[in-house]
């Protein structure tokens, strides 16, 4: 029952030998860092530059708190090892087991990411509105939210697919494709926790 083909494909007759799907993964996720690139130096371009200059990071950025989030993202990726590991060994009770941790890591990321958002529109009076600062801030973490939830979407759909029968190569493929994915999410946080959380607050 837990048996699967082997989730690595045979080579396509391309130029590159890699399946195409694969290759328009890595060509996407090139294209998203350009793109979270572009928001980042947006953010570091205008920081400091707001005209009403309160509320500023420092008195608003929660550290400890979205430390925590930071963690359990991270936390996510290790999930996410463990349930493409489980999957190229075929065991798929196994694979579900993980893939469905990821996903909740990254639906308690989102959790976190809500709550903070609502804090600062109630307590701080912070919005997309109010300053640089917030337009800035609300629309690199905003994007980053929609991309993490996305793949949580992927992620659930990859663990009901698990239940139509044994995984394919495609299947497993698909698996790989979703790992890159979330990794790469992962990634972008903590260059825009370090940017954003560490280092502004430091710097206000």
Known sequence: MQHTSAI?????ATTTGINHRKMLIWVFL???????????????????RSAAGTPTPAEVL??????????????SSLMMVLAYSSIAKGNVRNFRIWIICTALLGATF????????????????LTPKTNLFGSTFFTLTGFHGAHVTVGVIWLVSLFGYSFKGDLTKEGGLSVDMAALYWHFVDVVWIVIFTVIYLIGVTNG
């Open 8 to 12: 690595e494909p045979a080579p396509e």
């Open 30 to 48: 090139g294209s998203e860092c350009m793109f979270f690139a572009s928001l980042i130096a947006t953010y570091l371009i205008y920081y400091g």
């Open 110 to 125: 989102l959790g976190f990411q809500i709550f903070e958002f609502r804090d600062f529109a109630v307590h701080s009076g």
């Open 62 to 75: 929660d550290i400890p708190t979205t430390s925590v989030s930071t963690f359990v993202l991270l936390m």
